[in-house]
């Protein structure tokens, strides 16, 4: 089989100048890195008074070793869609070097439906995920400076507080660490750790601040802990928003790349779906949104996480419209490991698993019809897919009355597409739109928590330790009830059990621990055995990847 990288090497990819022609930006507005990205400066009067582009929001269900394919389907619908004549942008999320060096791999699509350049892009790319590293550390390295010179009775009560550091790295050892031991030039000793970078939330505020000014008030308001006299302190009480501002003044500039065939995209932040909100910057989508008529977006993992936190989190800051519709991508291959069949033999045909795997992607239907939106599900195609399968897959999508569509993009690209483009069409021409979130802002943390668990995981109840009720009664009590809540759990389960596959039912989803995230706008609730700095796998990407004498890097999945 021809891997991606061999596909995009025959590729020539056209200069970054073409491609912000193509929505209307001129060179002036352009800050190159080379001949294929650049970031794009303030772009003005983007569609001169014309209706803002249709927002088309990509998720999955549940996701599986065997991969679902869903980066790779938003690229080749985007390409689809430039096929049939439509002004069409792709906004998606910068890669973080912790999947890219662990277990996922890459994250530039596959096959003909890939962004480029894919290494640059993996890796390094413009040095955002750096620039929100080094903001984070910085506000870590003035928390210790303070307690450093104000000591235990100053303006921070050392125990509590929850700012770690951060590394764009899976680095298990650096889960706790306890820094300041040594004497007192070393600082006050205490416990604290590294969360990765994607899971910062530095890297969640970029992704919502619609500018600056909003960026800066949003890194004013990150909780720190709280003072010894019990009041929460701020980043704001510690005069770090300018510095931390400073080295963001970059990364807030979107990034302007393009598909294999030509159609642009904008790769701007990356927080994690499973502990953050899961979505590009709301400022990339908003310009793309002013650009084309149609702008797709992809949000992380599945219904229950990505499109969740989409619709809860960033549609509800206002800044963006909700999506005209949604595509919902699904695999034969999944379909099987949720009806019970092992890894390897999943290219066997088994309609029986198909069947009995088809709850999972049920329950996925629902929870888009809950938020009311369009959708169209798109089966991903495999060539290991049997006439019988497809069919029997279609039939189940019917029998649940939903629009379904095959997308064949890896092996053609956008011609692969084009099924599923029409049906999407179709699908915003006409089926209502009736969205709504989840759950009012007035209702409390408990509440909404137990919302998101009943109604979009299925579960049957809610539980947690004393303590951590406590902890979110505490939040309330300062003032943050109001917010939205960003679950933290497993991807590859609708429980909190990643073992639970298929569709979870009679279950109680724990709770572990709850986190402000202030500046970000959400309380972060941990559930079940979720890490927010993961860990390599025993056979780590890493160990593939390689620099040739050309100066080429192979490997990179």
Same mark, same amino acid.
């Given at each position: 089989?021809?891997?991606?990288?061999?596909?995009?090497?025959?590729?020539?990819?056209?200069?970054?100048?073409?491609?912000?022609?193509?929505?209307?930006?001129?060179?002036?507005?352009?800050?190159?890195?080379?001949?294929?990205?650049?970031?794009?400066?303030?772009?003005?009067?983007?569609?001169?008074?014309?209706?803002?582009?249709?927002?088309?929001?990509? =998720?999955? %269900?549940?996701?599986?070793?065997?991969?679902?394919?869903?980066?790779?389907?938003?690229?080749?619908?985007?390409?689809? %869609?430039?096929?049939?004549?439509?002004?069409?942008?792709?906004?998606?999320?910068?890669?973080?070097?912790?999947?890219?060096?662990?277990?996922?791999?890459?994250? +530039?699509?596959?096959?003909?439906?890939?962004?480029? #350049?894919?290494?640059?892009?993996?890796?390094?790319?413009?040095?955002?995920?750096?620039?929100?590293?080094?903001?984070? *550390?910085?506000?870590?390295?003035?928390?210790?400076?303070?307690?450093?010179?104000?000591?235990?009775?100053?303006?921070?009560?050392?125990?509590?507080?929850?700012?770690?550091?951060?590394?764009?790295?899976?680095?298990?050892?650096?889960?706790?660490?306890?820094?300041?031991?040594?004497?007192?030039?070393?600082?006050?000793?205490?416990?604290?750790?590294?969360?990765?970078?994607?899971?910062?939330?530095?890297?969640?505020?970029?992704?919502?601040?619609?500018?600056?000014?909003?960026?800066?008030?949003?890194?004013?308001?990150?909780?720190?802990?709280?003072?010894?006299?019990?009041?929460?302190?701020?980043?704001?009480?510690?005069?770090?928003?300018?510095?931390?501002?400073?080295?963001? @003044?970059?990364?807030?500039?979107?990034?302007?790349?393009?598909?294999?065939?030509?159609?642009?995209?904008?790769?701007?932040?990356?927080?994690?779906?499973?502990?953050?909100?899961? =979505?590009?910057?709301?400022?990339?989508?908003?310009?793309?949104?002013?650009?084309?008529?149609?702008?797709? =977006? !992809? =949000?992380?993992?599945?219904?229950?996480?990505?499109?969740?936190?989409?619709?809860?989190?960033?549609?509800? +800051?206002?800044?963006?419209?909700?999506?005209?519709?949604?595509?919902?991508?699904?695999?034969?291959?999944?379909?099987?490991?949720?009806?019970?069949? @092992?890894?390897?033999?999943?290219?066997?045909?088994?309609?029986?698993?198909?069947?009995?795997?088809?709850? *999972?992607?049920?329950?996925?239907?629902?929870?888009?019809?809950?938020?009311?939106?369009?959708?169209?599900?798109?089966?991903?195609?495999?060539?290991?897919?049997?006439?019988?399968?497809?069919?029997?897959?279609?039939?189940?999508?019917?029998?649940?009355?939903?629009?379904?569509?095959?997308?064949?993009?890896?092996?053609?690209?956008?011609?692969?597409?084009?099924?599923?483009?029409?049906?999407?069409?179709?699908?915003?021409?006409?089926?209502? *739109?009736?969205?709504?979130?989840?759950?009012? #802002?007035?209702?409390?943390?408990?509440? @909404?928590?137990? +919302?998101?668990?009943?109604?979009?995981?299925?579960?049957?109840?809610?539980? %947690?330790?004393?303590?951590?009720?406590?902890?979110?009664?505490?939040?309330?009590?300062?003032?943050?009830?109001?917010?939205?809540?960003?679950?933290?759990?497993?991807?590859?389960?609708?429980?909190?059990?990643?073992?639970?596959?298929?569709?979870?039912?009679?279950?109680?989803?724990?709770?572990?621990?709850?986190?402000?995230?202030?500046?970000?706008?959400?309380?972060?609730?941990?559930?079940?055995?979720?890490?927010?700095?993961?860990?390599?796998?025993?056979?780590?990407?890493?160990?593939?990847?390689?620099?040739? !004498? !050309?100066?080429?890097?192979?490997?990179?999945?």
């Amino acid at each position: 089989m021809v891997d991606d990288r061999e596909i995009a090497s025959k590729i020539k990819l056209k200069p970054i100048e073409d491609i912000a022609e193509k929505l209307g930006i001129n060179k002036e507005s352009l800050e190159k890195y080379g001949l294929y990205k650049a970031k794009i400066l303030q772009v003005e009067g983007s569609k001169k008074g014309a209706q803002e582009g249709k927002l088309i929001m990509v =998720t999955a %269900m549940t996701p599986t070793p065997a991969g679902e394919g869903k980066t790779t389907t938003s690229i080749g619908l985007a390409d689809a %869609m430039s096929q049939l004549g439509k002004k069409t942008a792709v906004a998606l999320r910068e890669p973080s070097l912790g999947p890219v060096f662990g277990m996922k791999g890459g994250a +530039t699509g596959g096959g003909h439906a890939q962004v480029a #350049p894919r290494a640059e892009i993996n890796l390094h790319f413009t040095g955002d995920i750096h620039a929100v590293t080094a903001s984070h *550390n910085l506000l870590a390295a003035v928390v210790d400076n303070r307690l450093h010179f104000d000591g235990a009775c100053g303006l921070l009560d050392s125990r509590t507080i929850s700012w770690k550091r951060v590394m764009d790295m899976d680095d298990r050892v650096l889960r706790e660490v306890v820094v300041g031991i040594g004497g007192p030039l070393r600082g006050l000793a205490r416990e604290t750790g590294f969360d990765i970078t994607a899971a910062s939330e530095i890297m969640a505020i970029l992704c919502l601040a619609k500018d600056l000014n909003d960026l800066k008030d949003r890194l004013g308001n990150i909780f720190i802990g709280y003072s010894p006299d019990k009041e929460p302190v701020f980043a704001r009480d510690l005069n770090a928003v300018g510095a931390m501002a400073a080295l963001l @003044k970059d990364a807030l500039k979107p990034n302007l790349v393009q598909t294999l065939e030509g159609t642009p995209a904008l790769i701007h932040g990356g927080p994690f779906a499973n502990i953050a909100h899961g =979505t590009n910057s709301i400022i990339a989508t908003k310009m793309a949104l002013g650009l084309a008529d149609f702008v797709v =977006t !992809e =949000t992380g993992f599945a219904s229950d996480l990505g499109a969740e936190k989409f619709f809860d989190i960033v549609v509800r +800051t206002g800044h963006i419209p909700p999506p005209a519709a949604c595509v919902l991508v699904a695999t034969i291959r999944a379909l099987k490991l949720h009806g019970g069949v @092992k890894l390897d033999e999943v290219q066997e045909e088994n309609v029986e698993a198909v069947e009995k795997g088809f709850p *999972n992607l049920k329950k996925h239907i629902e929870n888009l019809r809950i938020f009311g939106v369009p959708f169209v599900v798109a089966l991903n195609h495999f060539s290991s897919d049997t006439k019988e399968e497809v069919e029997r897959f279609i039939q189940l999508c019917h029998e649940e009355k939903a629009r379904v569509a095959l997308s064949n993009v890896w092996a053609e690209g956008g011609k692969g597409g084009t099924e599923l483009a029409k049906e999407l069409i179709r699908a915003m021409k006409k089926d209502e *739109n009736n969205f709504e979130f989840l759950y009012p #802002p007035e209702i409390s943390l408990l509440g @909404k928590i137990e +919302t998101v668990a009943k109604k979009i995981y299925g579960a049957d109840a809610v539980a %947690m330790e004393g303590k951590i009720k406590r902890r979110i009664l505490r939040i309330e009590k300062n003032g943050f009830g109001h917010l939205p809540v960003c679950i933290a759990k497993t991807q590859y389960s609708l429980s909190d059990d990643d073992e639970a596959l298929g569709r979870p039912r009679d279950f109680t989803l724990i709770v572990t621990d709850a986190t402000l995230s202030s500046g970000a706008g959400f309380v972060v609730v941990s559930c079940g055995d979720i890490m927010t700095m993961p860990g390599l796998p025993k056979s780590p990407a890493a160990e593939r990847i390689d620099l040739n !004498e !050309e100066g080429e890097i192979t490997g990179l999945s």
